[in-house]
């Protein structure tokens, strides 16, 4: 066996710890796991579930029907508010118009009478101004006629004013009312429609349907979900760096993602921690053990990440 001095010694093991650190870095991969952000349907009202319109694994397109809740007692407001909506409607219509017709006619038939009779004490009045002037007629006679012409003519006035009010319908007030109570009826029938659209969910974007939470019979109470969604474009890699290799990596700078028995996949880096932590245990070996470490995220492509899966580990490497 060769001896070396110590110097000798020395260089040969520092070159040594030199080449072998850069190799590891140019072939080391960091460590990771696929991470899914799951969408869970629920409904805001309380209900038994009568329609599940979909089966765990099952792939679906938006707006797909995913349940159905019971609604009899929302169908069942729902026609009441409406019928509620006509009566207002149907009020504030009439407050609008007026008198009836036949109350009207009733109204312009007293006003030609008024007119007649006014026309024939101005005739009288004329004939009782000429037998005064000659003194035939006699003062207190000539006061009835003339009062009279006076009343029969305030008498046409006011019944033409009364036929005005009548063709204007009820007091602004009145209306305002009457409006009101139409638009709070109108905000029931809303707020009915808004139940029974609630009890009925849809997929609010194509996805996996990773489980079904209840079984049809079953009560949902509010709020509970029913159906969880992994849409593709919430499947995503996280995987974690050492403090030194941080500088290295900016948001969206692409990675490559290797996946067991898949070929590479390209993710785009879509948040760095910026908090520090230990590395976590399910990634502890020899090699990075108490390390402290940065998480990363990165998104794929929708279309790439369809058919991955949450928790299958990865190893995730910089793109050139």
Same mark, same amino acid.
């Given at each position: 066996? %060769? *001896?070396?001095?110590?110097? %000798?010694?020395?260089?040969?093991?520092?070159? @040594?710890?030199?080449?072998?650190?850069?190799?590891?870095?140019?072939?080391?991969?960091? /460590?990771?796991?696929?991470?899914?952000?799951?969408?869970?349907?629920?409904?805001?009202?309380?209900?038994?579930?009568?329609?599940?319109?979909?089966?765990?694994?099952?792939?679906?397109?938006?707006?797909?029907? &995913? #349940?159905?809740?019971?609604?009899?007692?929302?169908?069942?407001?729902?026609?009441?508010?409406?019928?509620?909506?006509?009566?207002?409607?149907?009020?504030?219509?009439?407050?609008?118009?007026?008198?009836?017709?036949?109350?009207? @006619?009733? $109204?312009?038939?007293?006003?030609?009478?008024?007119?007649?009779?006014?026309?024939?004490?101005? $005739?009288?009045?004329?004939?009782?101004?000429?037998?005064?002037?000659?003194?035939?007629?006699?003062?207190?006679?000539?006061?009835?006629?003339? &009062?009279?012409?006076?009343?029969?003519?305030? =008498?046409?006035?006011?019944?033409?004013? /009364?036929?005005?009010?009548? =063709?204007?319908?009820?007091?602004?007030?009145?209306?305002?009312?009457?409006?009101?109570?139409?638009?709070?009826?109108?905000?029931?029938?809303?707020?009915?429609?808004?139940?029974?659209?609630? %009890?009925?969910?849809?997929? !609010?974007?194509?996805?996996?349907?990773?489980?079904?939470? #209840?079984?049809?019979?079953?009560?949902? !109470?509010?709020?509970?979900?029913?159906?969880?969604?992994?849409?593709?474009?919430?499947?995503?890699?996280?995987?974690?760096?050492?403090?030194?290799? &941080?500088?290295?990596?900016?948001?969206?700078?692409?990675?490559?993602?290797?996946?067991?028995? =898949?070929?590479? &996949?390209?993710?785009?880096?879509?948040?760095?921690?910026?908090?520090?932590?230990?590395? !976590?245990?399910?990634?502890? *070996?020899?090699? *990075?053990?108490?390390? $402290?470490?940065?998480?990363?995220?990165?998104?794929?492509?929708?279309?790439?990440?369809?058919?991955?899966?949450?928790?299958?580990?990865?190893?995730?490497?910089?793109?050139?």
């Amino acid at each position: 066996m %060769k *001896n070396y001095s110590p110097a %000798k010694t020395a260089l040969v093991a520092l070159a @040594a710890l030199l080449f072998a650190g850069c190799a590891r870095r140019e072939a080391s991969a960091y /460590q990771g796991y696929l991470e899914g952000e799951f969408v869970y349907v629920a409904a805001p009202l309380a209900g038994q579930l009568e329609h599940l319109a979909v089966t765990r694994g099952a792939r679906i397109e938006a707006g797909a029907p &995913l #349940f159905a809740l019971e609604q009899s007692a929302e169908v069942s407001t729902m026609r009441e508010a409406a019928e509620r909506v006509r009566s207002a409607q149907s009020r504030l219509a009439d407050l609008r118009k007026g008198l009836r017709p036949s109350e009207l @006619a009733a $109204l312009a038939a007293r006003l030609a009478q008024a007119r007649a009779a006014a026309e024939l004490a101005a $005739l009288e009045l004329q004939r009782a101004t000429r037998l005064h002037q000659t003194t035939v007629l006699a003062d207190g006679d000539f006061d009835r006629v003339r &009062l009279n012409h006076e009343a029969a003519t305030k =008498q046409v006035a006011e019944i033409a004013a /009364q036929l005005d009010t009548a =063709q204007l319908g009820s007091r602004t007030d009145v209306i305002a009312a009457a409006e009101a109570e139409a638009a709070a009826s109108q905000a029931a029938l809303d707020r009915a429609g808004w139940s029974i659209a609630q %009890k009925n969910r849809a997929a !609010p974007a194509a996805a996996l349907v990773y489980d079904t939470l #209840f079984r049809k019979g079953e009560f949902v !109470p509010a709020g509970q979900p029913v159906v969880s969604l992994l849409p593709p474009e919430n499947i995503k890699v996280r995987f974690f760096v050492p403090e030194a290799d &941080l500088v290295a990596l900016k948001v969206s700078r692409p990675v490559q993602v290797a996946i067991t028995g =898949q070929p590479p &996949l390209t993710a785009h880096i879509s948040y760095l921690s910026p908090k520090p932590e230990f590395t !976590p245990p399910v990634l502890y *070996n020899r090699a *990075n053990r108490s390390k $402290l470490v940065f998480m990363v995220e990165a998104v794929f492509d929708p279309t790439a990440a369809r058919d991955l899966h949450p928790g299958q580990p990865v190893d995730v490497t910089l793109a050139p």
